[in-house]
């Protein structure tokens, strides 16, 4: 059954350094998300992106962050200089079409910013 | 304002017995309905969606809608101890475009 990957599973990294999180989507999906869930809170809406471009960004998607297609497969999603307060659960997901279409979730990136 | 609510439990009940969640929230205009399973320390898995009102099942769960009463719940049938994890409640509305909007789980702990 087709699944939504990412690595890495476990990311330590320094304030203020930049991390990437990789995803690969299922394969006949054109709908890509990112998540977030901090230890303890709601699972919190990052970005949504379709035909290479952001289609909606939340609040707390600000400058620092940024996400990119490179190649046919990988989703990515980039924090400049990260801060302790990023420190969370990655969730990417992807859906075939848009709106109410089901998001199915890979297995997250657990992001620990010291 | 919270957007999706749900009771944070723990929810408590003997295997072998209906287990029932119930989510409510606040936009009118919302089309779809999620519920996710999520184990600890693991993803959210997608276990029904429901779009209509009335009643959607799906082997052990039954997922119903009442837009009326802005309110979706899941029934699970039949708990067993592998049940035992949390329940997201999750909506899109056009207002929020392709984002899922998450409530906060609810525990449910199925004793054996």
């Known amino acids: 059954e087709p699944e939504v990957t990412q690595t890495p599973s476990h990311q330590v990294t320094q304030m203020g350094q930049e991390v990437i999180l990789r995803c690969v989507p299922i394969?006949?999906?054109?709908?890509f998300y990112w998540y977030r869930q901090i230890l303890g809170q709601k699972v919190e809406f990052l970005v949504s992106f379709y035909n290479n471009e952001i289609s909606e960004k939340s609040e707390i998607f600000d400058d620092q962050f940024s996400v990119e297609r490179p190649d046919g497969s990988n989703f990515t999603l980039k924090i400049r200089s990260t801060k302790l307060e990023d420190s969370a659960m990655y969730f990417c997901a992807s859906s075939v079409g848009q709106g109410g279409n089901e998001q199915f979730f890979g297995p997250g990136t657990r992001l620990t910013v010291l | 304002q919270k957007e999706v609510e749900q009771n944070s439990g723990p929810l408590s009940v003997p295997e072998g017995a209906i287990a029932s969640l119930n989510c409510t929230y606040s936009?009118?205009?919302?089309?779809?309905f999620f519920w996710y399973r999520q184990y600890s320390g693991k993803s959210p898995e997608l276990i029904m969606f429901?779009?209509?009102?009335g009643d959607k099942e799906d082997g052990r769960f039954t997922a119903q809608l009442n837009k009326a009463s802005q309110y979706v719940s899941l029934l699970i049938r039949d708990s067993q101890p592998s049940d035992s994890a949390t329940y997201l409640c999750?909506?899109?509305?056009?207002?929020?475009?392709?984002?899922?909007?998450f409530g906060a789980g609810t525990i449910l702990r199925v004793k054996s």
């Open positions: 429901i779009y209509s009102n």
């Open positions: 999750a909506v899109n509305t056009i207002l929020y475009g392709n984002k899922l909007v």
């Open positions: 936009d009118r205009g919302s089309q779809s």
């Open positions: 394969s006949n999906h054109l709908y």
